[in-house]
């Protein structure tokens, strides 16, 4: 009885301590504790080198080398993995260049509609918000709903009282109006029209430039921190998709969708068309197999996103961080802005597809 019982009380006690999955080759991964590393997207889709001039490439170069060094400049003064998501998060909120903040899409009626998600891996407390028009930051509000309410997702007017209640900067809905988002709205009313469907000619597309006019592309942004204690968080932001109708909400701040967190396996954040995210439940999805098969974090990814979510016909990808800094971006599409500095500090800024950059 001693040889049978010995083994099972050893790995109830593994169990019941909440320990990291083992990994493939047996051994423990070991949390990257005094490291500190970040990963970010602006966005995946048809991302062509062809179609992309000078000019525009770097302006999304520099803009994501500055997401990353806010989020990172963050972690290495000793800040929480938290504030260095929301860092990172809201220079590509200020920025006209993605689908969130100031450059999100507009809705059929003319209007922006913001959705954001924030998660920490250490509690796994979340916070959500969606259909907000007038919140400048929608991540910072995410981060309010979770650290302040009882709650963990807050819609529409509800939200925007909330966001007031607890002093965060409100705008009017026009300050988030660029031609290029309007002209983009246009030609997809247009599209709509010559298609006489009662539903827009693809929800998913932006019809966007510096893009193929009927170039699809996702410009959702997102970050996952690593920060010096070892706890992971995650962070999501949209406009959602251009020409959105009957108040449709996304993947982005439907926890385990588009946003999650758990410092036993990861932290993701994801782009691409919300729908299929959510059905697929990705983010989770990946955290789960890490869990409970004990895959690798590129492992786990790469089945998610270039297997199983293609399997349903959904296209876009995700960033991941774990425990142990290692790092993960797969994407089924041509494209998506991504970039990441690692635990040793390497900085890595990428557009294209394997063999564009």
């Known amino acids: 009885m001693k040889r049978v019982f010995l083994p099972l009380f050893v790995a109830f006690l593994i169990l019941a301590s909440g320990c990291a999955p083992v990994e493939e080759s047996g051994t423990m991964a070991e949390p990257a504790v005094g490291k500190t590393a970040i990963v970010i997207h602006g966005g995946a889709g048809t991302i062509l080198k062809a179609n992309m001039d000078d000019e525009t490439e770097a302006a999304y170069r520099a803009k994501l080398e500055e997401a990353l060094r806010a989020g990172h400049g963050v972690l290495e003064s000793g800040g929480a993995a938290l504030d260095a998501v929301i860092a990172a998060v809201q220079v590509m909120e200020d920025s006209e260049l993605f689908?969130?903040?100031k450059g999100a899409v507009f809705t059929s009626e003319g209007t922006n509609e913001l959705?954001?998600?924030?998660?920490?891996?250490?509690?796994?407390?979340?916070?959500?918000?969606?259909?907000?028009?007038?919140?400048?930051?929608?991540?910072?509000?995410?981060?309010?709903?979770?650290?302040?309410?009882?709650?963990?997702?807050?819609?529409g007017d509800g939200a925007e009282t909330y966001a007031e209640e607890n002093g965060l900067e409100m705008v009017e809905n026009s300050y988030f109006y660029t031609e290029r988002r309007y002209r983009s709205l246009q030609r997809a009313l247009e599209r709509e029209a010559e298609s006489s469907s009662s539903l827009p000619f693809d929800a998913s597309v932006e019809y966007d430039l510096p893009l193929s006019p009927n170039g699809d592309k996702f410009g959702t942004v997102g970050a996952v921190a690593l920060d010096a204690t070892g706890n992971i968080a995650a962070g999501t932001s949209t406009g959602g998709m251009t020409?959105?109708?009957?108040?449709?909400?996304?993947?982005?701040?439907?926890?385990?969708a588009g946003t999650y967190a758990d410092n036993r396996t990861a932290g993701i954040s994801a782009t691409g068309h919300g729908e299929y995210f959510i059905r697929g439940v990705v983010a989770h999805d990946i955290a789960s197999r890490?869990?409970?098969?004990?895959?690798?974090?590129?492992?786990?990814?790469?089945?998610?996103?270039?297997?199983?979510?293609?399997?349903?016909?959904?296209?876009?990808?995700?960033?991941?961080?774990?425990?142990?800094?290692?790092?993960?971006?797969?994407?089924?599409?041509?494209?998506?802005y991504r970039g990441y500095i690692d635990v040793d500090g390497n900085m890595e800024i990428l557009i294209y597809g394997p063999g564009d950059e």
């Open 115 to 155: 959705d954001a998600a924030i998660m920490d891996g250490a509690t796994r407390n979340s916070g959500a918000v969606a259909g907000v028009k007038r919140v400048k930051s929608p991540i910072a509000l995410a981060r309010v709903v979770m650290e302040v309410s009882p709650h963990v997702m807050m819609i």
């Open 290 to 336: 890490m869990d409970y098969a004990g895959e690798d974090l590129n492992t786990a990814a790469n089945v998610v996103v270039m297997e199983k979510l293609g399997e349903l016909g959904g296209t876009g990808g995700i960033v991941a961080l774990d425990r142990t800094g290692a790092i993960a971006m797969p994407f089924n599409t041509e494209g998506m």
């Open 99 to 101: 689908n969130a903040g």
């Open 243 to 256: 020409n959105k109708k009957f108040g449709r909400v996304g993947d982005v701040p439907v926890i385990g």
